[in-house]
């Protein structure tokens, strides 16, 4: 099975902070692991992908996120928050065997300035 | 590239009626996806198409709904006798499969919204 868990339902930061979005997940096999936004009343999209290539992922807009085997985590991040980065991420996972991604319930990020 | 395109954006409708949606995928993608997500929920799958054939079908999938794929292009998703419990985001996404491995990139659609009162 697998499954993930995103620690925090809402994360508030000033703009310039450091932006850490908590990402766990579950699975008997390697995953593969995505980081999607989500801006309010619009689809995901993509932010970063790990594919078992180089453990830490840059992404668009400066974030990046670290896959660790040994926590079972994949958190984001980026050095400073942007108030544009105002959004709903989530994080999903997807393991051979199966055809889907599995999404956390997401993390909304707010941005004060 | 135009990207993955949804529609309608928006749908009211009343309790027993059925309703339609449609997703149009990025041209050379031969998987397309259906997910369902609801207010403060992450997305959650409902079923998938690999060219014209429907290959998984989540528990989630009830009788009353059904999807189709005709020539593997488009896809389209009916409820029929909706009821107030399937308003939602109905989300789409699709990608491009390259020897089934596990580690393409689904692309998503705007969303379609649906209310049922």
């Known amino acids: 099975a697998q499954s993930v868990t995103q620690l925090g339902s809402h994360v508030s930061v000033s703009e310039g902070a450091l932006v850490l979005l908590r990402c766990n997940y579950s699975s008997s096999v390697p995953p593969y692991l995505f980081w999607y936004v989500q801006y309010p009343n619009q689809g995901l999209q993509l932010l970063l992908k790990y594919t078992s290539a180089a453990t830490l992922v840059k992404g668009i807009n400066g974030f990046e996120a670290e896959f660790k085997k040994s926590e079972t985590s994949f958190h984001l991040t980026k050095p400073s928050a942007h108030m544009s980065d105002a959004a709903e991420y989530f994080c999903a996972v997807r393991t051979s065997g199966y055809s889907t991604l599995t999404f956390g319930k997401g993390t909304m990020l707010l941005v004060s300035p | 590239d135009t990207g993955v395109s949804q529609d309608p954006r928006h749908k009211i409708t009343k309790r027993g009626q059925n309703v339609t949606f449609r997703c149009d995928p990025i041209?050379?993608?031969?998987?397309l996806y259906w997910y369902r997500q609801t207010l403060g929920q992450g997305p959650e799958f409902l079923t998938y198409?690999?060219?014209?054939?429907?290959?998984?079908k989540s528990r989630l999938l009830s009788d009353r709904f059904s999807a189709e794929r005709p020539k593997g292009s488009f896809s389209t998703l009916e409820i029929q006798r909706t009821e107030q419990g399937d308003s939602a985001m109905y989300l789409c996404a699709s990608s491009l499969s390259d020897s089934g491995r596990s580690s393409d990139t689904q692309y998503f659609g705007p969303g379609t919204r649906l209310t049922v009162l």
């Open positions: 198409f690999q060219n014209e054939a429907q290959l998984e």
């Open positions: 041209s050379e993608h031969n998987r």
